[in-house]
Every structure is written in C-alpha cells, then in structure tokens.
C-alpha cells in the first residue's frame, strides 16, 4: 500500500517566479536578440541562400538553401540535473540515461514544430571541473541515453564538446545541452503557421510527466515537503522519480503524420510558459480548448502541494499536454489515431477561432490573454 501523500497546502502558494524563474526579466532580453539577430539574416545572400522570414522568434530557425530547407536549434536541459544528483545520492543509482534523453528531446521536439525531419545532434556537455567525468557508472549512463534517444528520433549523434569549466559551472555539476539541425523535404512539409486559421482543429500529444520545464518550482517545492525528494506522490511513487520521467520525444509522430500527408498549419512545443504557448504563433487568434486532458500523477501533485490556482498551474507548466499540433479539422482524428499507434496518447482539445488572442480553457473557466505570452 502507498504512503498517504501531504494533502496541507503551504502557508502561501509557491510560484515559478518565488523559485527563481521570472519571464518578465528573461524575454526581454530574448525579444531584442531576436531584433538584433533579424539584422544578421541578410549575410545569407552571400552564399546564395536566404533565411525564411517567418521562421524568426519560432521553435526553429529556417533558411531556404534551394532544393529543401535547412532548420536548426539549440537548447539547454536546465537544472534537471539537480534532481537526478540528488536522487542518485539518495538512492545510489544513476538516472543519466533519461536525462539524455531530456536533453535531446529539448532540441528535437523543438525542431520539428516547423515540420523538419531531424538529421543530426551533437552533445554540449560542460562540466565544473575534470572530476565530474571520472564517475563510470553515470557518463556511461549519460553516453548510452543519448544514443538510445538517437535512434528513436532516427538521427546521427555527430559529435559534441565536453569543456570542464571550473568557476563557471558549480563544482560536481554538469550543464547539458544539444542542438539540432534538419531539413524540411519537400518544402510543402514547412509549417510556419502560415495556413494557420479559424476552424483549424488543436490536437494535444500527451506529456510523460515534468518533461524540462518547472524543475526549479519542483526543486524548492522538494524543500517543503516531509521527506523531499523521496515523498510519495500517492500513487507508489517517490517525487524524485516521477520528476525524472523522461521527456517525450515527439519526432516519431511527425514523420508518421507526414507519411500519411498530413501537415500540420502549425505546432507549439508546450514547454517554458505552459499552454500560453498555444498562443505563441503572431495571428491574432483565438484558442479555444474544449477538452482538457488527464494530468500526469507528478504534475497534480505539484498544483495541490504548490497551492497553485489553474491559471498559475497551466500557465506554467505543460499540465499533461506536452505538443499542441493544428491541423485541418478533417485531418484530427486520423492524427490523433496515428500518435496512439504509436504509443503516444492524444486527443482532440479545441480548435482555433476568430477573435483577439487569447487562449481559453473553457472545462476550467482559465483565459490567457495575448499580453501575457510576449516572445517576439
């Protein structure tokens, strides 16, 4: 029988900025490298390539090299690492395999909402010092994740850089990150929301859990609660591991639904910010989500133990949604059969309206405005 889990609220709700994340700090300083970054895109011409436009302040960055197109991307885990040291020290076992695969799908899942098919990652590894790569047990760890993950997104691990950056990366830790390139062949797969319009269907894949995004909320949370990490969530389950499932890697689905010539009119990564991320496209637009799907055990527990009311909830983390896909309403259901084949579950959550920007969650009475998401 499982541990009864805590059911008290704390004294004052814990949000993501109390835990050290504030957006209205960080995505200003985004929005003027986007602008000084548009500036760069006519050395392109150069070379007799050229950027497509439309693709800045996207997932992905996109340039037209003639036959197809060229995507790429970078990103980083963040500090999921934090969790997986200390679970190791706590129960003596490593879980850098799943964190590989965190760190890739970052990347790859990002990659693919412009409708690319992934070819190559390479690996950044930066560790605070020479030590860190003495452990055996977690590089090897660290090393086969990755290749598994490889494999499942059909990509080449290219090579990578492993720095130990004494000083600049705290002592015993390892920042991680991946970028991503890939191309979009033929060039009608490209998917830059430029068909994006009312009565477009919203088809939600299902999260694992956590995913990357939320770990320092999860983090300090992990202070309140009566054996931290190693709380039961209620299910049998300690919080630690149910933060450590990996992330979801959704390149499978999207080359599947390309098979089927079905191509997206746009795709959201619901990651940093939530399902405000449903909004992320420039149309102005509204998103109206009629069915919400289940949340993942470790996500419920969360907004229960953080005291999170659902506009904070959903507005930061990805709530059991973890890829939004916008399709023609006829192409929903075949989309939706297509990802439970292949073992990610899906539904149809909403559908796309005229009116303002905003998102609406009518099951949970949640409406996010257009100035609550400002990414470009």
């Known amino acids: 029988m499982s541990a009864t889990p805590p059911t008290s609220l704390p004294a004052a709700p814990l949000t993501y900025e109390q835990a050290g994340v ?5 995505d200003p300083l985004k929005v003027a490298a986007q602008r000084a970054a548009a500036a760069t895109g006519a050395n392109l011409a150069a070379h007799g390539f050229g950027e497509v436009v439309a693709s800045r302040g996207e997932s992905a960055y996109v340039v037209d ?63 605070g010092g020479s030590d860190w ?29 492993t720095p130990a950056l004494a000083g600049i990366v705290a002592d015993g830790r390892v920042d991680l990150a991946a970028s991503c390139t890939g191309i979009v062949s033929p060039k009608s797969r490209l998917s830059l929301g430029e068909h994006l319009g009312a009565g477009d269907a ?55 639904l390309a098979a089927a010539g079905i191509v997206p009119h746009y795709s959201a990564n619901i990651t940093g910010h939530g399902w405000r991320k449903l909004m992320r496209h ?12 289940d949340k993942t055990p470790v996500l419920a527990f969360m907004q229960r133990e953080c005291g999170l009311d659902d506009h904070e909830a959903y507005g930061t983390l990805n709530m059991g949604a973890g890829f939004a896909l916008y399709l023609k309403a ?47």
């Open 22 to 26: 504030n957006y209205d700090l960080i």
């Open 65 to 127: 090299i003639g036959p197809m197109y060229l995507a790429s991307i970078v990103e980083c885990l963040g500090t999921k690492t934090l969790v997986a040291d200390e679970m190791a020290r706590l129960t003596g076992t490593s879980r850098y395999d799943a964190i590989a695969q965190d760190t890739i799908a970052m990347a790859v899942n990002d990659l693919i909402t412009v409708g690319a098919t992934p070819l190559v990652v390479q690996a950044y590894w930066a560790a």
């Open 133 to 161: 790569f003495g452990d055996a047990a977690r590089a090897q760890a660290l090393v086969a994740g990755w290749k598994k993950a490889c494999d499942t997104c059909g990509v080449a691990w290219g090579g990578g850089e």
């Open 202 to 256: 919203i088809v939600f894949l299902a999260s694992s859990g956590i995913h990357a995004n939320g770990l320092s909320l999860a983090r300090k949370l992990a202070e309140r609660l009566p054996k931290g990490y190693l709380t039961d969530i209620g299910n049998g389950q300690t919080f630690g591991d149910a933060l450590l499932a990996p992330t979801a890697l959704y390149s499978p689905v999207t080359e599947a």
């Open 282 to 293: 420039p149309h102005t637009l509204s998103y109206r989500i009629t069915a919400v799907p």
């Open 330 to 376: 006829a192409d929903a259901d075949r989309a939706v059969a297509i990802a439970r084949g292949l073992g990610v579950d899906a539904i149809i959550a909403g559908h796309v309206e005229a009116g303002p920007k905003r998102v609406l969650i009518d099951p949970l009475g949640v409406t996010f405005g257009g100035d609550e998401l400002q990414l470009r």
